[in-house]
Structures are given as structure tokens and as C-alpha cells.
């Protein structure tokens, strides 16, 4: 089995910065795009970030400029790093990964981390 576990949400108070790590394990033989998505309470989740495998990018527009995908693929990890965070980026954040697994391409997903952005 694949398993993608997150880390680092919380509370933050407007213009701080938060940094969540997501750890895929399990039976992996290679990692194509990683990502970051997120779902506010009565929205739909939409797409963060995302890095390709050779490290390619791809931003959100209402996030461009303050939030920071990175991966590494030694430690099969991705990174969102957020900077000035407003209380809009206020979500259950989600990490998504491309995995093959027992010679087959699966799409996974993490159980979800919470940020919240309020003084």
C-alpha cells in the first residue's frame, strides 16, 4: 500500500507563514506530479500548486507570488511553503500525488491538514 501522510497546518495569524511537508511511503517505484490542493467550507477543492517529477510548476493565481512548491525526491516529499497568508487561504489543505505501485499508475491522496488564518 501507498500512503501519503501531512504535516504542518495550524492556526496563523494574517501575514504569517506555515510550511507543509507531505511524506509519501509504501511500496513506490517512481513519483510523477505532485500537488497541493485545498477545500474551504462550502467550496470546491481546487488546485494549490503542483511540481512535475523535474520539478515544473504550476501556481494558483490567488496564491502566486506568496505560496512556494518544492519536492524532494530522495525523501519522496513535496512542500507547500506560505507566506503571507490571508484569512482567504483559510482551508483544509490536501497533497496528491501521481505514484507507480506494483506496475501500475495510481493517483493518491493524503488525509487533509488544516490551516486556519485569524488574529
Known amino acids: 500500500q501507498v500512503q501519503l501522510v501531512e504535516s504542518g497546518g495550524g492556526l496563523v495569524q494574517p501575514g504569517g507563514s506555515l510550511r507543509l511537508s507531505c511524506a509519501a511511503s509504501?511500496?513506490?517505484?517512481?513519483?510523477?506530479?505532485m500537488g497541493w490542493y485545498r477545500q474551504a467550507p462550502g467550496k470546491q477543492r481546487e488546485l494549490v500548486a503542483a511540481?512535475?517529477?523535474?520539478?515544473?510548476?504550476n501556481v494558483a493565481d490567488s496564491v502566486k507570488g506568496r505560496f512556494t512548491i518544492s519536492r524532494a525526491n530522495a525523501k519522496n516529499t513535496v512542500y507547500l511553503q506560505m507566506n503571507s497568508l490571508k484569512p482567504e487561504d483559510t482551508a483544509v489543505y490536501y497533497c496528491?500525488?501521481?505514484?507507480?505501485?506494483?506496475?501500475?499508475?495510481?493517483?493518491?491522496w493524503g488525509q487533509g491538514t488544516q490551516v486556519t488564518v485569524s488574529s
Open positions: 509504501g511500496s513506490i517505484f517512481s513519483i510523477n506530479n
Open positions: 496528491n500525488a501521481e505514484i507507480y505501485s506494483n506496475y501500475r499508475l495510481g493517483d493518491y
Open positions: 511540481i512535475t517529477s523535474g520539478a515544473d510548476t
